[in-house]
């Protein structure tokens, strides 16, 4: 055989074969999750010589919407869109019969609800105690004390508590990472993290890292943070019950058994973190929502995109939350539910 024809069999061949890989590698990538078939195709289109995959994302899309009625509403880990047209009631009772998780968004900001008018909701797992969005808006937007007024009472009607959720409400690339939360699950599935939401075993922050909660014979909280912090304890009413006297990555409590609950805000350099609360009576800690098992997962839960108000599209802010280290997001653009699919 020739050598010309030698060389043209093996450019032959070579064509055949990256062909083939080429064809495999795009429905690999259809069957993993439609989700990456953008970033795979763009990549393929870009460096076809090196037939490489790009590394898939770890994030999990949780389906969720914000529900733009008179007050708004995060939907979460939710199968239909919610009529906002009801009364916000009907509207918290749609998500969870669906099986998801209502959160009232920034309660002091275009929104009429006041803690009094919480008081008479049932069904919904917690509010926005800081949205990095509406802070910008408006002074003052820490909504902490609605929380605990509104636990105060849930304790003496002997109602489950609910949670404080601090979240970016992103509408563009650059005011991601402002607010997250951090859940703790044994998976990052959309299931375990509506689950770990659900039951209170995540924290809110705008930097500051816990590493443990844990409470040791139903009577003392202990704190690990990641850095030295100022951590206060605060019961029912807003009441502080201990402060450390200086700064420190560890703190403790031991409840005397009239707080009703407590939950924990660590105050460092790199931002402020709040716990969820924790039930108290008279035997001690009777509601611990970090008990179980899991890691720390970081999540954004309440962004939009180009499919509503933002300007980013949701490849661009799955890709900022893959690069970070997050491990869910919940897109919430305006009575649209985004999901991997």
Known sequence: MSGTRALWLMRSLHAVVSSVLLVSMIIASCLV????????????NRAFGELQAPAESVVTLI?????????????????????????LQDRIDDVVAQGGIAIINHPRLSSNLTSRDMESLT???????????????????????MLDFVNTYRIQAGLDLIWGVAVDDAHRVEDLGRAWVVAKALHSDTDSVIAS??????YSSTGAAIEDIKVVAHKEIVV????????????????IVHRTDRPSSSASYRVQGD????????DCPSGR??????????????HNPYAAKGR???????????????????????DWCTENGYRFLAITDHNRITVSS
């Open 33 to 44: 999750s439609p989700i990456h078939f953008e970033s795979s195709w763009s990549y393929l």
């Open 63 to 87: 389906p969720s919407e914000e529900d733009t009625g008179s007050t708004h509403l995060n939907a979460l880990g939710i199968t239909a869109p919610i009529d906002e047209s009801q009364s």
């Open 123 to 145: 069904g919904y797992s917690g509010i926005e105690i800081y949205n990095a969005f509406a802070a910008t808006l408006s002074p003052s937007q820490e909504s902490t004390e």
């Open 197 to 202: 939401l659900r039951r209170g075993s995540f």
């Open 224 to 239: 690990t943070a990641s850095e030295e912090s100022t951590v206060t304890f605060i019961a029912k009413g807003g009441m």
């Open 259 to 266: 707080e009703g609950y407590v939950r924990v805000e660590v």
């Open 273 to 286: 973190a709040w716990s969820q609360p924790m039930k108290v009576d008279s035997t001690g800690i009777t």
């Open 296 to 318: 720390w997962l970081k999540g954004s839960i309440h962004c939009h995109t180009i499919e509503s108000d933002g300007s980013c599209t949701p490849r661009q802010i799955i």
